[in-house]
Nanobody
């Protein structure tokens, strides 16, 4: 079994930065970050492969602003979020997958409880 826990969320103003952390009990092939705003579907943000360090992001809204990284010694994945916008407001989840850098929610078997990010203009 794999257990994940997110932390680092909070209220910020537009233009601010936050670094989210995700600590996992056991490393999977890759770890992804997702977000979900009220009334909207869960959205893929970015993912990273533990072994290679390769990462992927498909949304133009986050490219260039969000960066994913790992600390293997701590079994921790980070999401550095810069230049935050009100539309980034959501609950952010980290998830573990045995697939390599999948962008599909169903490919992730293990999920954290989420951490809230609220960006005010």
């Amino acid at each position: 079994q794999v257990h994940l826990r997110e932390s680092g969320g909070g209220p910020v103003q537009a233009g601010d930065s936050l670094r989210l952390s995700c600590t996992t009990s056991r490393r999977t092939s890759s770890v992804g970050w997702f977000r979900q705003a009220p009334g909207k579907e869960r959205e893929f943000v970015t993912a990273i492969n533990w072994n290679t360090g390769d990462s992927t992001s498909i949304s133009d809204s986050v490219k260039g602003r969000f960066t994913i990284s790992t600390d293997k010694a701590k079994n921790t994945v980070y999401l550095q979020m810069n230049s935050l916008k009100p539309e980034d407001t959501a609950t952010y989840y980290c998830a573990g997958s045995w697939y390599d850098l999948s962008t599909v929610t169903s490919r992730y078997d293990y999920w954290g409880q989420g951490t809230q990010v609220t960006v005010s203009s």
